[in-house]
């Protein structure tokens, strides 16, 4: 694949340090360390790389605003009574290159970061009392992090590899330096993500020692992310080895119907804590360098805050009385008839602070459903099984059949608000339909399978006029 390099916009936002010294013997303030000092120890490169997770949870990424797009665009949100004039334009698919999302710059800046890592550590970066699984680690941690921003990128930004591997892609850059980078095709941006997970599965540790809470990257984490791109790319047996793999992992356990419920009585959600079942999340803390205060996820979805993401009833109507997750919604009594997400109540009562599942043991079983009946086998596995998995485990009777229409309903069930929904409809190439919409425009949204960029053009976001201003080889997406 072809290397590209970072514009001086991206450039500017992304590097960790600014201007760097001549004179090696003269020490540098504090503030204007260059990339070269930073990241000349292995305390330096730890810490960049550390800091690198801190861009997730920025407003535009898993902080809030991919998975309300995903959701406010897929039909499962809607606005409600309170509402603070926030994520208009992605409620009715009205997004412009002036007005898009903000999901461009921070996974830019996370690439630039890591790549200033990996370089130092590919170009034989060696320290007395530094091994190589510590340096393994972090290049693992690099290549994690890199492949989720490339896919989130390709998600957000792209139409779906099942609609033509040459659509535009977005540059895939590999090295962090001032040019004016073209956008690679859809297919090439996915072939950097699998190759960047397969070696991150090769050098990441099952356990990472920065922390047992999901938070940072593993080898489990590096195959669960491999198994949703492999779905997306309609890998189908490669999804679902990847998420056996995942199943079989020691220490992961499905949610039982009394863990799916608020911290306040005593489950998961608002916890701030591990799930048993959550494999990656992106913690939300205030302290956060990337916190998004009063824009942050949990301030978004609550009617105490802003609460411009409230649920829609297409998706409230999908819950039977008997299905756990039904309780997961919040009705105040100012409002009746009208629901909100409990999925971010706000850690432990703190309403701006959250955690952001992004990879759970439920998808993997939804994933693996997906690819049996898609043509996969794994034996001994059945698609009715893993459904039924998720069922059972959530208050649902056992069902004697299962279709993919079934396996879609229930990752929209399972999956909401937690950045999916817009993107599976797109991934499977089926229309937007809704009934509950209080917008005056594009209350429904065709996709034509096997359409042109143009014809579907909605369907991928458009890039940031900044950047198209930028850098002249940066083509905009058709139809903006």
């Given amino acids: 694949m072809k290397t590209r390099r970072l514009i001086l916009f991206l450039v500017a936002i992304a590097v960790l340090f600014t201007t760097a010294c001549e004179d090696f013997l003269l020490k540098e303030p504090r503030l204007s360390q260059s990339n070269e000092l930073t990241l000349s120890s292995y305390d330096g490169l730890n810490s960049a790389t550390g800091g690198a997770y801190t861009n997730l949870c920025a407003t535009g990424w898993y902080g809030a605003g991919l998975v309300i797009t995903a959701d406010m665009k897929g039909g499962n949100a809607k606005r409600g009574s309170v509402v603070s004039g926030r994520y208009v334009d992605e409620y009715l698919w009205n997004n412009r290159p002036g007005a898009t999302s903000g999901l461009w710059s921070v996974a830019y800046s996370t690439i630039a970061k890591v790549n200033n890592v990996l370089e130092v550590i590919d170009g034989g970066f060696e320290q007395v009392g530094v091994e190589q699984a510590q340096l393994d680690l972090l ?30 892609g977005v540059p895939v850059v590999l090295v962090t330096e001032n040019g004016y980078p073209a956008r690679n095709t859809v297919g090439e941006t996915y072939d950097r993500v699998v190759t960047d997970l397969e070696d991150a599965i090769a050098l990441l540790p099952v356990a990472n020692p920065r922390g047992d809470d999901g938070a940072y990257a593993t080898k489990v984490a590096a195959q669960a992310l ?22 079989g992992s020691t220490g992961l356990e499905l949610f039982s119907p009394e863990d799916y419920t608020t911290y306040d009585n005593d489950g998961y959600w608002g916890s701030g804590g591990p799930g048993k079942e959550i494999i990656f999340q992106v913690d939300g803390s205030e302290p956060n360098t990337y916190h998004g205060y009063w824009e942050a996820m949990s301030y978004m979805m609550n009617p105490e805050g802003y609460g411009d993401c409230a649920a829609s009833m297409d998706l409230i109507n999908l819950y039977t009385e008997d299905d756990v997750r039904a309780d997961l919604f919040l009705e105040p009594e100012d409002y009746p008839g009208e629901f909100w997400s409990l999925k971010y109540p706000g850690r432990l009562g703190a309403i701006r602070e959250y955690n952001t599942p992004v990879l759970r043991l439920a998808e993997m079983y939804l994933i693996r459903a997906e690819a049996l009946l898609e043509g996969a086998s794994v034996s001994g596995e059945t698609a009715l099984n893993d459904y039924n998995a998720i069922r059972t485990n959530r208050g649902l009777a056992a069902a004697t059949s299962v279709s993919l229409n079934d396996i879609y309903a229930e990752r929209r069930r399972e999956l909401c608000f937690e950045g999916n929904e817009l993107f599976d409809l797109a991934r499977t190439q089926r229309s937007l339909s809704r009934t509950d919409f209080t917008g005056l425009v594009n209350k429904d949204v065709a996709f034509a399978p096997g359409g042109s960029a143009l014809v579907n053009y909605m369907w991928a976001m458009p890039i940031p006029q900044s950047e198209v201003d930028a850098n002249v080889n940066c083509e905009q997406n058709p139809g903006y």
């Fill in 226 to 247: 491999l198994a949703k791109v492999s779905l997306y790319m309609e890998n189908w047996q490669d999804a679902a080895t990847y998420a056996s793999a995942v199943i």
């Fill in 139 to 168: 290049k693992g941690e690099c290549l994690f992090l890199r492949g989720l921003s490339y896919f989130d990128l390709a998600r957000m930004y792209c139409l779906p590899y099942s609609a033509g591997t040459d659509n535009l």
